[in-house]
């Protein structure tokens, strides 16, 4: 039997069990960041009184931050030989949004959970998958570990009562949505004939050189208005287009660039309407029980070993000299401030915080940190004892996501039980189901997540869950909410013809090779004299390909 047989079957076979019991006294709270660490650094640094250093420490380079940058980075340097630095992290676990976590005894993700299969775009990332064995060449091919890529099937969509295959409606449209979806796959396809969308955005900026003028002109229109010019009114495609939207940088097609809209297809696997040819194999996705935390943790475990990784450590000044770099860090297992002194220093924070950090910052950080806008995001993992009741359709899927989901914002839900390889145990086995809320669109959403209690978050995941779940309420046993004021950086109009112009020089100096004897690649990265910037921040839009090449050139960066 197959497995998508087989979790149709087992489902229907378990639909009924325990559907008469009473709801559970629901066990939670807020998990993976520490808001109350974050907002306590943002008032001291607004009052301006900053404790004085106990003690004085030395390295070759400081990493401040320690997200998907800030590893890469540390990455970046130990390939090169060298293991004179320290990565200071605000967290108790370094990872930023890449985090994964536990509940009950269960792996799952804080925040992302996939990494699409990388294209030849980011060679940084394929050379990292190659180095953690999921990928290898065999034949003459490169192949990938069937263990870590997501296993069919893959997602459903619940609209109607029922579930169907995939993301995109199709089930019960009309002629006229069809003819959308066709007309708007064949413009992602001249668009991307017409300039180069690449992923990570910084392989297709060449110094010097302004955006191609498609780019200029999507960059200058908010992605709504540019799909009225082009005549795609569709309901279903409108819901579509801003659901990808809302999943990548936090907001939907209302404030987001056209260049944004267009880049989430074209870079990657395009836009495959109804009829189209499938998409190739190498566009499938890489995920785990934890999410992208199995990447990061493997990230960090040598900086673990090596002793370079301090975590608990808020850094509170970033002060550039002549001479060096000092950075000053409260240490919240000592409750001491301890002041570290290097000739050179990678700033892998967010820029908002770089900005208040970074003594007298340069004028494109400054500008940076009042041009970009945040948005807060959500991640509630509920735990359940047992299989949920289903409605008819589509076999229980890795990503499952509402067509009318009544929390703003909501994207569905991923099962962190889905990867498992015996597949009974995705239908008999407790499983967490790890709900996912963007809230850039919400007004005031920032201050809600700083101001109401997990449960808020937690009955409203579970009420509108409960729709395709009627026993959901029965079967939740508890359920960690992880918040995150300043989850992602959004592309709105104007960003990517802003960023573009920084960091576009090759750093003074640029060695040819590495001490190791490896060819230098070069990658654009804002610096100034003995600072290198490193976050997804500066590519206007936060997932794991942009974070890790941005660290990974700020590393060759410093070791010019």
């Known amino acids: 039997m197959q497995r998508r047989q087989f979790l149709a079957t087992a489902a229907a076979a378990t639909a009924l069990a325990g559907c008469h019991e009473a709801p559970r006294t629901l066990q939670g709270g807020f998990a993976g960041i520490d808001l109350a660490r974050g907002h306590a650094l943002r008032d001291r640094l607004q009052s301006g009184k900053l404790p004085a250093p106990g003690v004085v420490r030395r390295a070759q380079v400081i990493i401040a931050g320690g997200g998907v940058a800030g590893l890469a980075a540390a990455r970046s340097l130990r390939l090169a030989g060298i293991d004179d630095f320290v990565l200071l992290e605000l967290e108790d676990q370094p990872g930023g949004n890449s985090r994964g976590g536990m509940v009950k005894g269960l792996a799952c993700p804080l925040g992302a959970h996939y990494l699409p299969v ?117 309901a279903h495609l409108r819901w579509y287009l801003d659901y990808c939207c809302r999943d990548d940088y936090g907001a939907g097609t209302a404030r987001v660039s056209a260049w944004a809209g267009i880049h989430y297809f074209a870079s990657r696997h395009g836009f495959s309407a109804p009829g189209d040819d499938a998409p190739p194999e190498q566009d499938g996705v890489l995920t785990w029980p934890e999410g992208n935390g199995w990447l990061t943790q493997r990230l960090a475990a040598p900086l673990r070993a090596g002793g ?55 004028a494109f950080l400054r500008e940076a940190a009042q041009r970009l806008h945040w948005a807060p995001w959500l991640v509630a993992n509920i735990h359940i004892d047992a299989p949920l009741l289903d409605h008819p359709g589509a076999a229980p899927a890795w990503d499952n996501v509402l067509y009318q989901d009544a929390n703003p914002g909501g994207l569905g839900y991923v099962n962190a039980g889905h990867q498992r390889l015996d597949p009974r145990t995705a239908l008999t086995a407790p499983t967490v189901l790890s709900y996912y809320q963007a809230l850039g669109d919400v007004p005031q959403g920032r201050e809600q997540l700083a101001t109401q209690p997990w449960t808020h978050w937690a009955q409203a995941a579970l009420a509108t869950l409960g729709g395709p779940h009627p026993d959901l309420a029965r079967r939740a046993t508890r359920v960690e909410v992880t918040r995150y004021g300043h989850a992602m950086s959004i592309p709105t109009p104007g960003t990517l013809g802003f960023l573009s112009k920084i960091g576009l020089q090759r750093p003074s100096g640029m060695r040819k090779q590495l001490s190791n004897g490896e060819q230098t690649r070069w990658l654009p990265t804002p610096t100034t004299a003995r600072l290198a910037f490193a976050h997804a921040d500066w590519s206007g839009y936060s997932v794991f390909e942009e974070a890790f090449t941005r660290g990974h050139g700020a590393g060759l960066a410093v070791l010019a």
């Open 118 to 234: 990388p294209g030849n775009d980011a060679r940084e990332v394929q050379d990292l998958l190659e180095e953690l064995g999921l990928r290898q060449r065999v034949a003459g091919r490169w192949q990938y570990d069937e263990r870590h890529l997501c296993h069919s099937p893959q997602e459903r969509l619940y609209r109607d009562g029922e579930w169907q295959e995939g993301l995109l409606p199709v089930q019960g449209v009309g002629a006229g949505t069809l003819a959308q979806y066709r007309q708007f796959s064949a413009l992602v396809q001249a668009l991307g004939k017409a300039a180069r969308f690449t992923m990570p955005v910084l392989k297709s900026l060449e110094a010097k050189r302004p955006l191609p003028p498609t780019h200029q002109a999507l960059d200058a229109l908010v992605f709504d208005d540019w799909l009225v010019q082009q005549g795609l009114e569709d």
């Open 308 to 362: 370079q990784l301090r975590t608990g450590c808020s850094v509170l000044r970033i002060s550039e000299g002549r001479h060096g770099v000092e950075v000053d860090a409260y240490n919240h297992t000592t409750e001491s401030v301890e002041r570290w002194q290097a000739p050179r220093a990678i700033v892998a924070l967010p820029v908002f915080v770089a900005a208040r950090v970074v003594q007298q910052a340069p």
